[in-house]
Structure formats: C-alpha cells, structure tokens
C-alpha cells in the first residue's frame, strides 16, 4: 500500500548542505562535515539538519574522527578536527599555520597560560591552533572549535579593522559596541578579565598579513589569579612579539 501524505516516513536528506559526487557513503560524510561548519553538533543534531538515520550518523562521526577529521568537545558534540588545519597547512603551504604551533608552545611556556589562535569563518571565529596548559577537557578549546563573533575579546579584534560596512553588520546581535571597537583600534589589543561571568582572562592581539590587514587573532587565556585582571599589563609585550611572529610568516 502507498504512503499517505500524513506518514511518518522521513524525507529525504537536504543534499544542498554537501555535494553529491555520486558515492553515496563520501556525500553523507560531506554532509555531516557542513553541519559541523557551524559550530559544535550532537548527533542529534545531525540527524536532524541532514536526515541521516541516527546510526548512520553515528557510525560516520565515530570514522571521521579516527581520521581526526572530526573530534569531540567537553559536551561530547562533535566538531571539526585537527586534521582539517594541518591538510590547509601542506596544501595551501601555510607558514602562518606551520609556525603556529612552535609559536604558541614557546608563549605558553613563558606565560604558563594557554595560547590559541583564531581565524575568522564568515560570521564566526575559528580556533585553528593551540598549545593548552591542561589536559582537562572542560578547560581546553580544540582545534577546529567555532564560536559566534558576538562576544569576547577574540571577536573584538577580529572585527575591529574590519571595513566599515562589515564591521557595522558585525555589530549586529554583539555583545560590544563601535565604541569598544574604536578602543580596540586604539590600544591595538583587547582583553577581558573574566570578572563577569566568572570565566578566564583573555588578552587577545592581531596577526597582521601583508598590507597591514588582520588576518588572525592571538589569544592568550588563563584564570585571573595568573594573568591578573589586567593582563595587558604583564604578558602584553610576549602576546606581541608572538603576533608579529606570525604575522611575519603569513602568506595569505
């Protein structure tokens, strides 16, 4: 008997998220992949964007993380993984990205706070490097984690030098406004201390590209009683010189 128009029987997935090569197990693969572009997702959630049945989804997300293409956040929701920034690494030769890691070790080590740097995606900012003090999950921020540019000093500075017409639709739903993006332009760095919502301080600078223009961001986070409530004060020369550092190697 056919289906009624009432049935439960699932439609099917929105091949639009990925792309369809013609192997059916590579286009569910893509789309899971584009489901994690915006942001961390449980297998729920993929379930849902794509219609992918529940261990299919499963199933895929378990494989593309031993591939590390895929890897897993505090809450257990997957996200993109390592991998991803290392093939961009050898294949666009990113020296940016290939002196990141000496880069962010050698000031986590003189600072002892965690170091990332972050990369702005269309609407949000990518964490594409990262040399982390603990080995606690709930305190790290994984490689290939996206967040909203709404708030915190990383989507200050990302945002800050932005061209008017993209900074003002920036502002759009932020927690900041023109005027802290002005200061931020001004001092050349942004930092928080964590005092609100009780969470780390963060002292975040550019990483300039050829032209001057920003092309990432270098965050230096840890918990207040080590990098104090002003953080600029004590580690601001070290969060620069490592910027510049970078900034030096882009060739983007």
Known sequence: MPLSASSS???????G???????????????????????????SRIVCVTGLTR??????????????????????????GPRLSEMAVVE???RMLGLAGS?????????????????????RLLCVAGAETSSNVAETVPVGTAFP?????????LLAWEEPDVLYRGL????????????????????????RNGGPAALTAPVRGPGGRVVAALCLSGPVGLLTEEPAREFGSAVIDAALRLGEASDT
């Not at 990925?18 to 994690?36: N, P, T, W």
């Open 149 to 157: 540019m709404r708030s915190g000093p990383v989507a200050q500075v």
């Open 92 to 94: 666009h030769g990113d």
């Open 17 to 43: 998220l990925g792309h369809d090569s013609g192997v059916a197990v590579l286009d569910k693969a893509s789309l899971l992949l584009s489901v994690l572009e915006d942001g961390p997702a449980s297998v």
């Open 103 to 123: 880069v962010l070790t050698g000031l986590r080590d003189r600072t002892g706070a965690s170091a990332r740097l972050y990369r702005r995606c269309e609407d």
């Open 55 to 80: 261990p299919t989804a499963h199933r895929l997300a378990l494989a593309l993380q031993r591939l590390r293409l895929v890897t897993r956040d505090a809450r257990g929701r997957f996200l993109l």
């Open 9 to 15: 029987a699932p439609s099917p997935p929105p091949f």
């Open 172 to 195: 759009v739903g932020a927690r900041f406004t023109a005027t802290v993006l002005a200061g931020v332009r001004r001092r050349g760095w942004a930092q928080s201390s964590g005092e």
